[in-house]
């Protein structure tokens, strides 16, 4: 079965650009939640979204946004890059049901860096 | 604010000591408590999970312990090897959704 399967792995911005980081969840998940991890801060969640719709939100400023498409794989996009959006991004899965039964798989993440 | 407050950020043991990893959360509404374990240039992966209606609950050489009342959980590594080498994040969150982490331990195993 396959995993958790984020592109591209590095990527490497200047100020004030945009990017789009992409992630393919494991077959069947409906859920797909981004976290930011950085050496200052660890991993921070961003959102999630289930079923096309951002079920939960972190506390990031609008220029962090995602989406959900209808086979679940889902893309999050940073834009008007800053410094302190160097991180590496990372992608989890899970079935998504609200019952509890969730394990998040988490991708090998994006490696950003912003110059 | 982090919500989950680990320590220590670094330990250093031998080959089969016992690093202990403790976790401390302020949020009652809890009820989910991971453990992921990171490779570097890996994304963190599930180690071992517990609900606060459980003291104690292990996998293999992987134990948590879990105190309600003290708003505590750690992790014990029994028997640890070089390959346990990694950082260890605890993490906590209602009903699986949005997890906060804490800020994680790295771990390294002398042979």
């Known amino acids: 079965k396959a995993g958790v399967t984020q592109t591209p792995r590095y990527l490497i911005k200047t100020r004030g650009q945009q990017v789009t980081l992409s992630c393919s969840p494991i077959s069947g998940h409906r859920s797909v939640s981004w976290y930011q991890q950085t050496p200052g801060q660890g991993l921070q969640f961003l959102f999630e979204y289930f079923s096309e719709t951002q079920r939960n939100k972190g506390n990031f400023p609008g220029r962090f946004s995602g989406r959900q498409f209808s086979n679940s794989r889902s893309e999050m996009n940073v834009s008007t890059l800053e410094l302190g959006d160097s991180a590496l991004y990372l992608c989890a899965s899970s079935q998504g049901s609200v019952s509890g039964a969730n394990v998040l798989t988490f991708g090998a993440g994006s490696r950003l860096t912003v110059l | 604010q982090q919500q989950v407050k680990q320590s220590p950020q670094s330990l250093i043991v031998q080959k089969g000591g016992i690093p202990i990893i403790n976790c401390a959360y302020e949020?009652?509404?809890?009820?989910?408590f991971p453990w992921y374990q990171q490779f570097p240039g890996k994304g963190p992966a599930l180690l071992i999970a517990i609900r606060p209606d459980v003291s104690e609950k292990k996998e293999g050489r992987f134990t948590i312990s879990f105190n309600k009342s003290a708003k505590q959980f750690s992790l014990h590594i029994m028997d640890s090897q070089p390959g346990d080498s990694a950082t260890y994040f605890c993490?906590?969150?209602?009903?699986?959704?949005?997890?906060?982490f804490g800020a994680g331990t790295t771990v390294t195993v002398r042979a």
């Open positions: 949020n009652t509404a809890f009820d989910y």
């Open positions: 993490a906590a969150s209602i009903r699986r959704h949005k997890l906060s």
